[in-house]
Protein backbone atom coordinates (compact mmCIF):
# COMPACT_ATOMS: atom_id res chain seq x y z
CA UNK A 1 0.00 0.00 0.00
CA UNK A 2 1.25 3.92 -0.17
CA UNK A 3 1.82 6.13 2.69
CA UNK A 4 2.18 9.78 2.57
CA UNK A 5 5.63 10.90 4.05
CA UNK A 6 6.70 14.77 3.39
CA UNK A 7 7.08 14.74 -0.13
CA UNK A 8 7.28 10.96 -1.22
CA UNK A 9 4.97 8.27 -1.25
CA UNK A 10 6.04 4.84 0.60
CA UNK A 11 5.83 1.30 -0.98
CA UNK A 12 5.41 -1.09 1.82
CA UNK A 13 6.61 -4.91 1.62
CA UNK A 14 5.80 -7.24 4.32
CA UNK A 15 7.83 -9.01 6.76
CA UNK A 16 10.12 -11.39 4.95
CA UNK A 17 11.91 -14.46 7.07
CA UNK A 18 15.16 -14.87 5.93
CA UNK A 19 16.84 -18.55 5.30
CA UNK A 20 13.08 -19.62 5.39
CA UNK A 21 12.18 -18.53 1.61
CA UNK A 22 11.34 -21.08 -0.76
CA UNK A 23 12.23 -18.86 -3.42
CA UNK A 24 10.72 -15.26 -4.27
CA UNK A 25 7.01 -14.42 -5.03
CA UNK A 26 6.03 -11.63 -6.92
CA UNK A 27 2.12 -10.08 -6.95
CA UNK A 28 0.43 -8.81 -9.96
CA UNK A 29 -0.33 -5.29 -9.33
CA UNK A 30 -3.85 -5.46 -8.11
CA UNK A 31 -6.60 -2.61 -8.27
CA UNK A 32 -9.54 -2.01 -5.42
CA UNK A 33 -12.91 -0.20 -6.59
CA UNK A 34 -14.68 2.07 -4.66
CA UNK A 35 -17.93 3.43 -5.66
CA UNK A 36 -19.00 6.67 -4.97
CA UNK A 37 -22.61 8.27 -4.47
CA UNK A 38 -23.06 11.15 -7.26
CA UNK A 39 -25.55 13.43 -5.20
CA UNK A 40 -28.75 13.65 -7.63
CA UNK A 41 -26.80 11.25 -10.19
CA UNK A 42 -30.00 9.39 -11.16
CA UNK A 43 -31.77 12.88 -11.61
CA UNK A 44 -34.70 12.23 -8.97
CA UNK A 45 -34.78 16.18 -6.98
CA UNK A 46 -36.67 17.81 -7.49
CA UNK A 47 -39.65 15.55 -8.11
CA UNK A 48 -41.07 16.39 -11.69
CA UNK A 49 -45.26 15.78 -12.83
CA UNK A 50 -43.32 15.77 -16.57
CA UNK A 51 -40.29 18.15 -17.23
CA UNK A 52 -39.33 21.06 -15.20
CA UNK A 53 -35.68 23.03 -15.56
CA UNK A 54 -34.11 23.27 -11.82
CA UNK A 55 -31.83 20.25 -10.97
CA UNK A 56 -30.88 19.60 -7.18
CA UNK A 57 -27.18 19.30 -6.98
CA UNK A 58 -25.99 20.22 -10.31
CA UNK A 59 -24.87 23.39 -11.57
CA UNK A 60 -25.69 24.54 -15.44
CA UNK A 61 -22.94 26.02 -17.67
CA UNK A 62 -23.46 29.67 -18.56
CA UNK A 63 -24.98 31.52 -21.12
CA UNK A 64 -23.01 31.89 -24.20
CA UNK A 65 -23.28 35.57 -25.37
CA UNK A 66 -24.66 34.48 -29.17
CA UNK A 67 -27.45 32.18 -27.72
CA UNK A 68 -30.71 34.34 -28.66
CA UNK A 69 -33.40 34.28 -25.63
CA UNK A 70 -35.93 36.66 -27.16
CA UNK A 71 -38.15 33.60 -29.16
CA UNK A 72 -38.71 32.33 -25.89
CA UNK A 73 -36.51 30.09 -25.36
CA UNK A 74 -34.60 30.75 -22.20
CA UNK A 75 -30.69 29.03 -21.84
CA UNK A 76 -31.78 27.80 -18.30
CA UNK A 77 -34.31 25.79 -20.36
CA UNK A 78 -31.86 23.99 -22.62
CA UNK A 79 -31.21 20.84 -20.00
CA UNK A 80 -33.69 19.78 -17.21
CA UNK A 81 -35.46 16.89 -15.52
CA UNK A 82 -38.14 14.85 -16.94
CA UNK A 83 -40.51 12.10 -15.75
CA UNK A 84 -40.08 8.30 -17.73
CA UNK A 85 -43.61 7.48 -18.89
CA UNK A 86 -45.30 4.32 -17.76
CA UNK A 87 -44.63 1.12 -18.51
CA UNK A 88 -46.05 -0.17 -21.79
CA UNK A 89 -45.58 3.16 -23.49
CA UNK A 90 -44.19 3.14 -26.53
CA UNK A 91 -41.62 5.38 -25.70
CA UNK A 92 -41.42 4.07 -22.27
CA UNK A 93 -37.75 3.95 -21.09
CA UNK A 94 -36.71 -0.18 -20.68
CA UNK A 95 -33.74 0.69 -18.30
CA UNK A 96 -34.42 4.26 -16.64
CA UNK A 97 -32.68 4.41 -13.51
CA UNK A 98 -36.12 5.19 -10.91
CA UNK A 99 -38.86 7.25 -12.27
CA UNK A 100 -36.76 10.32 -13.84
CA UNK A 101 -33.89 11.26 -16.34
CA UNK A 102 -31.98 14.16 -17.56
CA UNK A 103 -32.85 15.85 -21.06
CA UNK A 104 -30.02 17.86 -22.69
CA UNK A 105 -30.90 19.98 -25.91
CA UNK A 106 -28.01 19.90 -28.65
CA UNK A 107 -26.30 22.74 -28.73
CA UNK A 108 -23.02 24.30 -28.28
CA UNK A 109 -22.17 24.61 -24.37
CA UNK A 110 -25.43 23.53 -23.35
CA UNK A 111 -24.38 21.59 -20.02
CA UNK A 112 -24.22 21.29 -16.23
CA UNK A 113 -21.53 20.37 -14.09
CA UNK A 114 -21.25 19.12 -10.09
CA UNK A 115 -17.85 19.39 -7.91
CA UNK A 116 -17.22 20.24 -4.49
CA UNK A 117 -18.11 24.48 -4.81
CA UNK A 118 -20.71 24.10 -8.03
CA UNK A 119 -24.53 25.40 -7.01
CA UNK A 120 -27.36 23.28 -7.54
CA UNK A 121 -30.30 25.33 -9.20
CA UNK A 122 -32.47 24.76 -5.66
CA UNK A 123 -29.28 25.90 -3.68
CA UNK A 124 -28.15 29.68 -2.39
CA UNK A 125 -24.46 28.37 -2.16
CA UNK A 126 -22.22 25.68 -2.87
CA UNK A 127 -23.25 22.02 -1.85
CA UNK A 128 -20.31 20.45 -0.89
CA UNK A 129 -21.77 17.23 -1.29
CA UNK A 130 -19.21 15.76 -4.20
CA UNK A 131 -16.53 15.98 -1.93
CA UNK A 132 -13.75 13.89 -3.75
CA UNK A 133 -9.91 14.40 -4.57
CA UNK A 134 -7.72 13.47 -7.08
CA UNK A 135 -5.51 11.31 -4.98
CA UNK A 136 -1.67 10.12 -6.09
CA UNK A 137 -2.04 5.98 -7.40
CA UNK A 138 -5.54 6.29 -8.16
CA UNK A 139 -7.62 6.77 -11.03
CA UNK A 140 -11.21 7.85 -11.84
CA UNK A 141 -13.73 6.12 -13.66
CA UNK A 142 -17.42 8.09 -14.86
CA UNK A 143 -19.71 6.01 -16.05
CA UNK A 144 -23.21 8.01 -17.79
CA UNK A 145 -26.30 6.42 -19.20
CA UNK A 146 -27.23 8.13 -22.66
CA UNK A 147 -29.60 8.06 -25.18
CA UNK A 148 -30.13 9.44 -28.74
CA UNK A 149 -31.70 7.51 -31.68
CA UNK A 150 -34.63 7.50 -33.29
CA UNK A 151 -37.62 10.31 -31.95
CA UNK A 152 -33.99 12.66 -30.47
CA UNK A 153 -34.07 14.52 -34.08
CA UNK A 154 -30.47 14.31 -33.11
CA UNK A 155 -28.24 14.14 -36.33
CA UNK A 156 -25.32 11.91 -37.19
CA UNK A 157 -22.29 13.38 -35.77
CA UNK A 158 -23.75 15.50 -32.96
CA UNK A 159 -21.58 14.84 -30.40
CA UNK A 160 -21.73 15.11 -26.43
CA UNK A 161 -18.73 15.46 -23.54
CA UNK A 162 -18.46 13.31 -20.83
CA UNK A 163 -15.52 15.16 -18.50
CA UNK A 164 -13.29 14.53 -15.27
CA UNK A 165 -11.94 18.01 -14.35
CA UNK A 166 -10.63 19.92 -11.05
CA UNK A 167 -10.84 23.84 -10.77
CA UNK A 168 -7.54 25.61 -11.87
CA UNK A 169 -6.60 28.42 -9.10
CA UNK A 170 -10.72 28.06 -7.39
CA UNK A 171 -12.77 29.09 -10.45
CA UNK A 172 -11.51 27.52 -14.20
CA UNK A 173 -12.42 24.19 -15.02
CA UNK A 174 -9.56 22.10 -16.31
CA UNK A 175 -10.28 18.92 -18.18
CA UNK A 176 -8.56 15.99 -16.44
CA UNK A 177 -9.82 12.98 -18.45
CA UNK A 178 -13.39 13.20 -21.48
CA UNK A 179 -15.02 11.15 -23.95
CA UNK A 180 -16.68 12.65 -27.00
CA UNK A 181 -19.72 10.32 -28.00
CA UNK A 182 -20.76 10.81 -31.15
CA UNK A 183 -24.84 10.68 -32.47
CA UNK A 184 -25.01 7.86 -34.80
CA UNK A 185 -27.87 5.07 -35.32
CA UNK A 186 -25.76 2.43 -35.25
CA UNK A 187 -24.76 3.72 -31.95
CA UNK A 188 -28.17 4.32 -30.63
CA UNK A 189 -30.76 2.04 -32.83
CA UNK A 190 -33.95 3.11 -30.76
CA UNK A 191 -34.96 5.97 -27.96
CA UNK A 192 -35.63 3.09 -25.11
CA UNK A 193 -32.75 2.14 -23.79
CA UNK A 194 -29.88 3.96 -21.99
CA UNK A 195 -26.58 2.82 -23.60
CA UNK A 196 -23.43 3.22 -21.15
CA UNK A 197 -20.48 5.62 -21.82
CA UNK A 198 -17.83 5.90 -19.59
CA UNK A 199 -14.29 8.14 -19.12
CA UNK A 200 -11.45 6.71 -17.21
CA UNK A 201 -8.82 9.50 -15.89
CA UNK A 202 -4.96 7.98 -15.98
CA UNK A 203 -3.35 6.83 -12.56
CA UNK A 204 -3.23 10.23 -10.72
CA UNK A 205 0.97 10.94 -10.04
CA UNK A 206 2.09 13.11 -7.15
CA UNK A 207 3.58 15.91 -9.58
CA UNK A 208 0.39 16.21 -11.62
CA UNK A 209 -1.42 19.39 -11.34
CA UNK A 210 -4.66 18.26 -10.70
CA UNK A 211 -3.50 15.64 -7.67
CA UNK A 212 -5.47 16.84 -4.54
CA UNK A 213 -7.73 19.02 -6.27
CA UNK A 214 -11.49 18.00 -5.91
CA UNK A 215 -12.86 16.55 -8.78
CA UNK A 216 -15.48 17.92 -10.86
CA UNK A 217 -17.92 16.01 -13.26
CA UNK A 218 -19.09 17.67 -16.24
CA UNK A 219 -21.93 17.03 -19.34
CA UNK A 220 -21.52 19.08 -21.90
CA UNK A 221 -22.84 19.33 -25.60
CA UNK A 222 -19.96 20.14 -28.36
CA UNK A 223 -21.97 19.65 -30.96
CA UNK A 224 -21.25 22.13 -34.00
CA UNK A 225 -23.86 24.75 -35.72
CA UNK A 226 -23.85 22.33 -38.81
CA UNK A 227 -25.65 19.89 -36.38
CA UNK A 228 -27.66 21.73 -34.29
CA UNK A 229 -31.15 20.18 -33.27
CA UNK A 230 -32.25 17.16 -31.13
CA UNK A 231 -31.83 16.85 -27.51
CA UNK A 232 -30.27 13.89 -25.67
CA UNK A 233 -31.43 11.85 -22.46
CA UNK A 234 -28.79 10.92 -19.88
CA UNK A 235 -29.65 8.82 -16.50
CA UNK A 236 -27.44 7.35 -14.03
CA UNK A 237 -24.32 8.93 -13.44
CA UNK A 238 -21.88 6.81 -11.80
CA UNK A 239 -17.93 7.23 -10.12
CA UNK A 240 -15.77 4.84 -9.35
CA UNK A 241 -12.52 5.22 -7.55
CA UNK A 242 -9.80 3.00 -8.29
CA UNK A 243 -6.93 2.43 -6.27
CA UNK A 244 -3.88 0.88 -8.02
CA UNK A 245 -2.09 -1.74 -5.55
CA UNK A 246 1.70 -1.56 -5.96
CA UNK A 247 3.18 -5.33 -6.68
CA UNK A 248 4.77 -6.79 -3.64
CA UNK A 249 8.50 -6.78 -3.52
CA UNK A 250 9.88 -9.87 -4.83
CA UNK A 251 12.84 -11.30 -2.06
CA UNK A 252 14.46 -14.23 -3.67
CA UNK A 253 17.87 -16.64 -1.77
CA UNK A 254 21.15 -16.06 -3.41
CA UNK A 255 24.28 -17.32 -2.31
CA UNK A 256 25.53 -15.53 0.66
CA UNK A 257 22.28 -13.58 0.39
CA UNK A 258 19.26 -12.21 -1.06
CA UNK A 259 18.41 -10.44 -3.94
CA UNK A 260 15.47 -7.40 -3.32
CA UNK A 261 14.01 -6.76 -6.73
CA UNK A 262 10.49 -4.80 -7.87
CA UNK A 263 9.29 -3.59 -11.21
CA UNK A 264 9.99 -0.29 -11.99
CA UNK A 265 8.98 3.09 -13.96
CA UNK A 266 11.79 5.12 -16.10
CA UNK A 267 12.37 8.38 -14.41
CA UNK A 268 11.82 7.96 -10.90
CA UNK A 269 14.07 7.75 -8.21
CA UNK A 270 13.64 4.71 -5.50
CA UNK A 271 15.14 4.40 -2.23
CA UNK A 272 14.73 0.85 -0.60
CA UNK A 273 15.28 0.56 3.30
CA UNK A 274 15.37 -2.60 5.93
CA UNK A 275 13.72 -2.08 9.39
CA UNK A 276 13.60 -4.80 12.55
CA UNK A 277 10.79 -3.35 14.14
CA UNK A 278 8.62 -1.58 11.32
CA UNK A 279 9.52 1.98 13.53
CA UNK A 280 13.33 2.77 12.74
CA UNK A 281 14.11 2.57 9.41
CA UNK A 282 17.48 2.74 7.52
CA UNK A 283 18.67 3.31 4.03
CA UNK A 284 19.86 -0.20 2.32
CA UNK A 285 22.71 1.94 0.15
CA UNK A 286 21.84 4.48 -2.05
CA UNK A 287 18.83 5.68 -3.76
CA UNK A 288 18.48 3.59 -7.53
CA UNK A 289 17.26 4.86 -10.99
CA UNK A 290 16.36 1.67 -12.98
CA UNK A 291 16.95 2.34 -16.85
CA UNK A 292 14.81 -0.71 -16.95
CA UNK A 293 11.56 -1.53 -16.13
CA UNK A 294 12.65 -3.59 -13.28
CA UNK A 295 15.22 -2.31 -9.52
CA UNK A 296 16.88 -4.43 -7.51
CA UNK A 297 19.65 -4.93 -4.64
CA UNK A 298 21.84 -7.13 -3.18
CA UNK A 299 21.58 -7.53 0.44
CA UNK A 300 24.39 -9.80 2.16
CA UNK A 301 23.09 -10.37 5.51
CA UNK A 302 22.88 -13.96 5.85
CA UNK A 303 22.46 -13.91 9.65
CA UNK A 304 19.96 -11.77 9.82
CA UNK A 305 17.13 -13.74 11.60
CA UNK A 306 14.37 -11.15 10.70
CA UNK A 307 13.83 -7.94 8.44
CA UNK A 308 10.87 -5.68 7.35
CA UNK A 309 11.44 -4.13 3.70
CA UNK A 310 9.79 -1.11 2.05
CA UNK A 311 11.11 1.21 -1.23
CA UNK A 312 10.59 4.68 -1.23
CA UNK A 313 9.21 6.07 -4.64
CA UNK A 314 9.56 9.46 -5.84
CA UNK A 315 8.10 11.60 -8.11
CA UNK A 316 8.94 11.21 -11.77
CA UNK A 317 11.03 13.42 -13.02
Not at 9 to 19: N, R, S
Request: charged share 15%; aromatic share 12%; hydrophobic share 35%.
Amino acid sequence: MFTRLPGRWVWFVGMALLGALPGGVAHAEGVVETPVVVPNGSFEAPTVAYAWPPIDFWQKTPKPADFDESQGYPWVDETGLFLNTPTGSPDHIVNCDQRQALYLFSYPGVGLFQDYDSIGDTSTGPDHRLDVRFEPNHSYRLTVGVIGGPGSQLIDGATLQLELYYRQDGTNLVTVASNIITHSMTIFPDHVHFQDFTVESQVVQVGDPWAGQHLGIRLLSTVVLEKLGGYWDLDNVRLTIRQHLGPTLTLSPEANGYQLSWPATPGCVYQPQTSKDMRSWSDLGPSISPQGDAGGVFIAEPDLQRAFYRVLVLPRN
